[in-house]
């Protein structure tokens, strides 16, 4: 395991790279609005793919290096994440094929710059498709847009009780409902199993 900071143009990140013995490929990882890369799905999921045999760098965000809790614009996010795929496939994981992806918010950065970092495929654990609607008098919209906006193949690991709701299964996209809400702490077991099997049919 190696630690790494990395200039983007909205500040330091960090990455923690797993690296494994004759790699197949590599899986890029950014975590929650307001989480660390030590979530529980995370780690699942983490763990599946080094036991099939991928590389994992789990990326920390400028703004939680920065000792900071709330997220910047999404603009800021794509374009720091981009910067870090970038130097990785330019250096760390340089000639693997690149998996992306990430829990809640992570994932939404993911799909939104999968085109620009040449994925082959998009991991979103607990997508968060559409905020409750609480006491607001009409429904947020919804982040469909940003799922379908992907075209490479696309797993969608989700708890069954996820208060943001469950997103539709598409031609390039499977969605694993596994016990849990939209924490995914329930039954890591089934995460990983989920990751595992679908990093092993995209390449």
């Known amino acids: 395991m190696a630690t790494l900071d990395i200039d983007t143009p909205h500040g330091r990140a960090r990455v923690t790279l797993e690296p494994v013995e004759s790699p197949r490929a590599a899986l890029v990882l950014g975590h929650g609005a307001g989480g660390g890369v030590t979530a529980r799905d995370l780690v699942a999921a983490a763990e599946a ?15 939680r290096v920065a000792g900071r809790r709330s997220p910047p614009p ?79 193949p696309t797993l969608v690991v989700q708890g069954a009780r996820d208060p943001f709701g469950v997103p539709p299964a598409a031609r390039q996209r499977a969605v694993v409902q596994v016990d849990g809400d939209h924490s995914l ?17 995209i390449l």
Do not use: N
Request: charged residues 15%; proline residues 8%.
């Open 49 to 63: 793919a080094g036991a099939e045999g991928f590389t994992v760098a789990l990326v920390e965000q400028p703004y």
């Open 74 to 152: 999404a603009q800021h996010l794509d374009a720091a994440w981009t910067a870090v795929v970038g130097h990785l496939a330019a250096g760390a994981l340089e000639g693997l094929p690149l998996a992306v992806g990430g829990r809640s918010a992570g994932a939404r950065v993911a799909c939104r710059t999968a085109a620009a970092t040449g994925a082959v495929g998009v991991l979103c654990l607990a997508f968060p498709l559409q905020p409750p609607q609480g006491k607001r008098p009409t429904a947020p919209p919804s982040r469909l847009a940003e799922l379908d906006g992907v075209s490479v």
């Open 185 to 201: 702490r329930t039954d890591s077991p089934a995460v990983a199993a989920a990751v595992r099997a679908w990093l092993a049919e």
